[in-house]
């Protein structure tokens, strides 16, 4: 019967549901309440308490069976207040690798004198869900993890927020589709040797960066490893500096979707993924090659990223922000509600023609 009623109301209230954006606050309009299963059971109670008290004529009995009844209303009104009020907004989703969680962060701003407790937060699954308390005055940072099954952009989607706070008696809840979503990586494959070299310079040899020979100094850039840090120039307070190296090789080093000795498409973007990090790790300059795109030879955080970017979103089209239907125009509105009229005037003028032929 309470799962009947909660998917009841979760198709009424899916009717009404938008993408949320900013900053939202809960209201008595978005926040739902229905008994628990304990909540029937304590009506039942309450029912066959009355029941005897005036059988009986209990006057005690009356008492504590009003008293109880009190209690549950109470207990429905602090349910309530323990959601009413909130200010929630959605945070960023870091990338991640599939077959990692991606961790969803919403910041819950409670600005009641009075703290929240036992707040719940869990996708539509209802498999993965956060518990957490609300500080009075205080903005609570809360991380919703969700498994990233597969690459492209993973949604948070349809989430509940719920309490049962303080007696279990009532079932308090609202939805939240913030328009969030994390960027999903190919998972990388198992180690495998980085491709040959595949095109020649014009003097056959090319200098590039690698493990060799010292090359010098440069300042220090984010994404740089640590252990290339200069660490006696630091100590000499000369600023933060990184050692630079090269290495002379026949050929610059460019990953292709087609060297991937693969034949299925998902293993060779693992293949590649797997390329991407091993080439940046060794401090190479790398290119990557994907049917449509190219990335020119470079290194760096901010190089690796927009590659792994590009492998996670190879072949997929970009997701639709889902939209609001747009509100009918006054001008529509008029011509909807003449439609009828000006259907009897036709019908008055054919008979009025026919009468006089």
């Not at 899916?14 to 309440?33: D, F, N, P, V």
């Not at 628990?36 to 005036?54: E, P, Y």
């Amino acid at each position: 019967m309470i799962a009947a009623l909660q998917q009841r109301f979760s198709a009424w209230a899916m009717g009404r549901q938008r993408i949320h954006e900013g900053t939202i606050t809960l209201t008595q309009r978005s926040i739902y309440i229905i008994p628990t299963r304990q909540g029937f059971a304590f009506v039942g109670v309450l029912v066959l308490m009355l029941l005897g008290d005036i059988n009986y004529t209990l006057s005690l009995g009356y008492v504590l069976t009003f008293l109880l009844a009190t209690m549950a209303v109470m207990s429905m009104l602090h349910a309530f207040r323990n959601m009413v009020q909130l200010e929630i907004r959605a945070g960023r989703a870091d990338p991640v690798f599939a077959g990692d969680n991606a961790q969803f962060v919403f910041h819950f701003h409670n600005t009641g004198a009075l703290a929240r407790h036992q707040v719940h937060l869990h996708d539509i699954s209802k498999a993965h869900g956060v518990v957490f308390d609300l500080p009075a005055q205080q903005t609570t940072e809360v991380k919703l993890a969700l498994p990233a099954t597969r690459r492209g952009w993973l949604t948070s989607g349809r989430l509940t927020l719920y309490t049962e706070f303080p007696l279990g008696l009532f079932y308090t809840w609202s939805y939240l589709n913030f328009d969030t979503r994390a960027l999903v990586y190919p998972k990388p494959a198992e180690p495998i040797p980085l491709p040959a070299s595949v095109a020649q310079s014009g003097t056959g040899t090319v200098s590039m960066a690698g493990d060799e020979d010292f090359a010098g100094l440069r300042g220090y850039a984010a994404g740089d490893t640590p252990q290339r840090i200069a660490w006696k120039a630091l100590a000499r307070e000369q600023g933060l500096q990184v050692k630079q190296f090269s290495a002379t090789q026949g050929s610059e080093l460019w990953l292709d979707l087609n060297l991937a000795p693969h034949e299925n498409l998902e293993q060779k973007l693992a293949i590649l993924t797997r390329w991407v990090l091993d080439a940046e790790a060794q401090g190479l300059l790398y290119g990557l090659r994907l049917p449509g795109s190219e990335l020119l030879p470079d290194r760096g955080a901010a190089h690796r990223d927009e590659c792994l970017r590009a492998l996670a979103l190879f072949g997929l089209s970009e997701p639709e922000t889902p939209s609001l239907s747009p509100s009918p125009s006054p001008a529509s509105v008029r011509g909807e509600r003449q439609n009828p009229l000006s259907r009897l005037r036709e019908r008055v003028a054919r008979s009025v023609g026919r009468g006089v032929s």
